[in-house]
């Protein structure tokens, strides 16, 4: 009988060892889990700040391409107001030739 109890206390002492190191590698699981979870909220949080940035930033290239469609209407209506002035500014030079050559014309006939 002596032999049967040294051998359940062995049974014993192997369950609780096997036990303890169960319990010791929950722990170390659990504080895992825990490290993570941290980590993860951490990223969650830089996440949503580069978002926003990004959210800032593409606001910022529309704002941009409305100014830049803008301008460039406005340059394409300088543009056909420099055309025009030209096109003024010829036939009125072209006018006054015309004139100085009909008033030539006229002088030298008389």
Do not use: F, H, P
Not at 77 to 84: D, K, S, V
């Amino acid at each position: 009988m002596n032999n049967w109890e040294g051998r359940q206390r062995q049974v014993l002492q192997e369950g609780t060892s096997a036990l303890e190191r169960t319990a010791d590698s929950l722990r170390r699981s659990e504080r895992t889990a825990l490290e993570t979870e941290a980590i993860g909220a951490t990223v969650v949080a830089e996440l949503g700040q580069q978002r926003e940035s990004l959210i800032r930033a593409s606001n910022r290239l529309n704002n941009i391409d409305e100014n830049m469609s803008r301008t460039r209407s406005i340059l394409n209506a300088m543009t056909r107001n420099i055309l025009t002035n030209k096109l003024i500014l010829i036939l009125i030079i072209l006018s006054e030739v015309g004139i100085l050559g009909c008033l030539l014309y006229i002088k030298l006939k008389k």
